[in-house]
């Protein structure tokens, strides 16, 4: 079975302070994913991958940015966090490019900016 | 503006009970994937729909694809406290590499 691992369950951070989500990948996907989770708005996408040091915007890139130095590995950083990114966060992997290539999901990190 | 729409957004019922979530749009998708996600964990994909009108079955629940594929159903027959989670579609666009998720329904099934 594919395993996504993300590297906190839970994260308290503080108005202003760059904050690393990391993830990890074990069956040598091509693409990876970010994204969040917050109530009655569903998953909404925030960057993506399909290469090695290659990354696209998704439909809420601000605020964020992504790292992909190698391949297994795909890290979300928050520049400066705000309340506003208080939110569930999970990092996805798939094996073949294109909209039907089925998500694996890692557990996610509950990230609470205070 | 969400493109995908969930209904209902909640849910609990009785074990044994049948019950139908809905997933729809104005826009018509490629494909379809239908998402499990129970506490604590990340979504799990249960199936995916590629065809307009497909009916896939995965045990007690059946997966329908709308015809002018805009729409896709969820039914769960004799629901069972297993099957309590946040159910989530998410659909792919002609042309859009991106998967578009819906907004969630979530279950509860009562023992």
């Known amino acids: 079975d594919v395993k996504v691992t993300q590297s906190s369950r839970y994260l308290v951070k503080r108005t202003g302070e760059k904050v690393f989500l990391e993830c990890v990948q074990d069956m040598d996907h091509e693409n990876m994913f970010w994204y969040r989770q917050d109530p009655g708005l569903g998953l909404r996408l925030i960057y993506f991958?399909?290469?090695?040091?290659?990354?696209e915007k998704g439909d809420i890139p601000e605020g964020y940015s992504v790292s992909r130095e190698k391949k297994e590995r795909f890290s979300l950083i928050l520049e400066s966090a705000s309340t506003n990114q208080t939110s569930m966060y999970l990092c996805?992997?798939?094996?073949?490019?294109?909209?039907?290539?089925?998500?694996?999901f890692g557990n996610g990190t509950r990230l609470t900016v205070t | 503006t969400q493109l995908l729409e969930q209904s209902p957004q909640f849910l609990s019922i009785q074990e044994g009970e049948n019950l139908t979530v809905y997933c729809n749009s104005s826009?018509?998708?490629?494909?379809l994937q239908w998402y499990r996600q129970e506490p604590g964990e990340g979504p799990v994909l249960l199936v995916t729909?590629?065809?307009?009108?497909e009916v896939k079955k995965l045990k007690r629940l059946t997966f329908q694809f709308g015809d002018a594929r805009k729409d896709s159903s969820l039914h769960i027959t004799a629901a069972q406290p297993g099957d309590t989670g946040l159910y989530l579609c998410a659909g792919a666009r002609f042309g859009n590499e991106k998967l578009t998720f819906g907004t969630g329904t979530r279950l509860t099934i009562i023992p």
């Open positions: 729909v590629v065809t307009g009108g």
């Open positions: 991958s399909y290469d090695v040091k290659m990354k």
């Open positions: 996805a992997s798939s094996l073949w490019s294109g909209a039907n290539s089925p998500l694996h």
């Open positions: 826009s018509v998708f490629s494909s």
